[in-house]
């Protein structure tokens, strides 16, 4: 059975194929990690970066259920789709390429706009309490966990 909101799950049926057809499930996984690998570089997901093992994880535990970063649900299937699937003609491999660079430059925009429109950044570590000297504004962040969250 599909589990709702799967990574896994989505780009199958993105890609054409039904969630309970598990042949491809491999292949499919590895193009998606190697996708999650690429957006980390460009700031992206958890501190330590992000993989999936099969369809139990959810673009809700990536994304953390931002919608302004839903973009990278159609960067993962474009990257998995020219890995998997590739499109037969050079003007569609082209037009991919293209659509993947623009959408990499987008997630990376919208990732320094978040970080540089929160103002002071605070690194919270071994559970910690948020300072209470941090100002109105201020983000705190936990590098191990990923969460990241503003005072207000």
């Known amino acids: 059975m599909a589990v709702e909101d799967s990574i896994l799950d989505l780009t199958k049926k993105a890609l054409g194929l039904d969630a309970e057809y598990d042949v491809y499930d491999m292949d499919i996984t590895m193009f998606i990690n190697d996708a999650f690998s690429t957006l980390h570089q460009i700031g992206l997901g958890k501190s330590d970066g992000f993989s999936i093992t099969d369809s139990s994880q959810t673009w809700t535990e990536f994304l953390g259920g931002r919608k302004d970063l839903d973009m990278a649900k159609t960067y993962v299937y ?67 966990s990923g969460n990241v969250w503003r005072n207000s």
């Open 78 to 144: 474009m990257k998995v789709r020219m890995l998997f699937d590739p499109t037969p003609t050079s003007y569609l491999v082209t037009a991919y390429e293209k659509m993947i660079k623009e959408t990499e430059w987008r997630i990376n925009v919208a990732v320094e706009t978040i970080i540089a429109s929160y103002g002071d950044i605070y690194i919270i570590k071994d559970d910690e309490e948020f300072p209470l000297s941090a100002p109105k504004g201020a983000v705190g962040y936990d590098p191990v």
